[in-house]
């Protein structure tokens, strides 16, 4: 039998009552409609005997054929008269016979309503089957024995971990845990290659000082142009080191959970036309303007939302040639307040675009052209705009330079 058409106990009493409560109706109609005709029947003649005699006694006769069945009157005055019951009732087969089809209608009529409450009791069914399924499963402990046995098994260093009982009714659960270590996997591979990366990174200027250092230690004694060109060297290499190590701060504080946003409302114009004022004192090699719109309201952390749009635009002067124009912009950008960075530098492909928010990376044109950056910059900045329920779009190009779009679709 097809699985959907399978009824349940409750469908089928709903049913049964159902039909069962529409033919005893029926049949009590045709129960009080006999005796009410046979009632008629009765007084019809009592009322209406030969010579105005009164019945004193009756009864109905059977005599061995249902056509023969008589009704007999005793009347007062010592006479007894026989009337057969269906001489009369003959008149009534044709108007009995139409009732009773009429009523053979009614109740395939209402085998087709069952019909109609079967479907929309479907839910309900189905809804009956699962219990019934569920309440007829036992619960077999061995299996889940069998699951905590594989779970204490499993070691989440092997490469490729994994947990598996071969047991169909453990799957889904086999894969939400297998699931879980994957992922905790791939976050301890992103940590493991973070702290490896963030090693390498300060690995170069300690390498630097050193050097600068043995050189003083040898000949910057004697030799002033040694000494200069060493503590030259020492500083800005201790300068870039201090730069990365506030960095990594930012962004192990910010994956622990511990950078708080100091919230407030924030007029984004406002914010964005002093970080411009701020790049022209800064940066006197590029020709930055601004443009911005009113009623501009954000909630957001002031400082932060500052330290991201510096970002982006020391990375325009970085990667801008001289001379060039870097425009900022405050305004409404599909609806969403959004502020705009735009530069005429040297822009990037799709390629490097994809990779730009990954801790780290630079591309070969940065890392050759001596511009001093971490790899750490738009990481943060990425952290920052996310923290603020805020999206980046990215449009660079080769020829035309590097846009950056930050709007904040949503309130915090
Ligand atoms: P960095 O310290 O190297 O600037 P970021 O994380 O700020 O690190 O940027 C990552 C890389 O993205 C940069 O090294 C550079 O290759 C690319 N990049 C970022 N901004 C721009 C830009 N405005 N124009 C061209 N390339 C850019």
Redesign the pocket.
């Known amino acids: 039998m097809n699985e959907n058409r399978k009824f349940t106990s409750i469908a089928l009493k709903i049913n049964a009552s159902f039909l069962l409560k529409r033919f005893f109706g029926v049949i009590w109609f045709n129960i009080v409609l006999c005796v009410l005709i046979v009632g008629t029947y009765v007084y019809w003649i009592n009322e209406h005997l030969p010579e105005n005699s009164v019945a004193e006694g009756y009864n109905f006769k059977y005599n061995g054929y249902y056509r023969d069945i008589t009704y007999n009157v005793e009347t007062s005055n010592g006479k007894e008269y026989t009337y057969k019951v269906f001489d009369f009732f003959d008149y009534l087969a044709f108007p009995g016979l139409c009732l009773l089809s009429f009523e053979c209608l009614y109740l395939l009529g209402c085998v087709g309503g069952t019909n109609k409450i079967r479907r929309k009791l479907r839910p309900l069914n189905e809804l009956a089957k699962k219990a019934e399924e569920i309440s007829s499963v036992s619960l077999d402990y061995t299996k889940f024995e069998n699951l905590e046995h594989a779970i204490y098994n499993v070691s989440p260093d092997a490469p490729g971990a994994k947990i598996s009982t071969d047991d169909k009714d453990l799957q889904s659960i086999e894969i939400a845990i297998n699931n879980l270590i994957y992922r905790m996997k791939e976050s301890q591979k992103q940590q493991t290659r973070f702290v490896s990366d963030a090693s390498h990174e300060l690995r170069t200027p300690i390498a630097v000082i050193q050097g600068y250092v043995n050189m003083l230690d040898r000949w910057g004694k004697e030799d002033e142009k040694v000494l200069v060109e060493s503590i030259e060297a020492i500083k800005n290499e201790s300068q870039h080191m201090k730069e990365l190590i506030e960095q990594l701060l930012f962004l192990a504080r910010g994956d622990s959970g511990r950078n708080n946003l100091k919230l407030e409302e924030i007029n984004l114009k406002n914010l964005m036309e002093e970080v411009w004022e701020e790049s022209l004192m800064i940066d006197e090699k590029h020709v930055y303007s601004f443009d911005g719109e009113e009623n501009l309201i954000i909630n957001g952390d002031v400082a932060m939302i500052k330290q991201s749009a510096r970002?982006?635009i020391?990375?325009?002067a970085?990667?801008?040639p001289e001379g060039t124009k870097i425009t900022i912009k405050a305004k409404l950008v599909n609806g969403a307040p959004s502020y705009i960075i735009q530069?005429e530098?040297?822009?990037?492909n799709q390629e490097?675009v994809s990779h730009?928010?990954e801790r780290f990376?630079?591309?070969d044109?940065?890392?050759n052209g001596n511009?001093g950056?971490?790899?750490?910059?738009?990481?943060i900045?990425k952290w920052i705009v996310d923290a603020h329920n805020g999206l980046i779009n990215v449009v660079?190009s080769d020829e035309l330079?590097?846009r950056?779009t930050i709007s904040f679709v949503k309130e915090i």
């Open positions: 970002i982006f020391q990375n325009a970085k990667y801008s530069d530098g040297l822009g990037m490097e730009i928010f990376y630079r591309s044109e940065a890392r511009t950056g971490t790899g750490l910059g738009l990481s900045a660079s330079g590097t950056f």
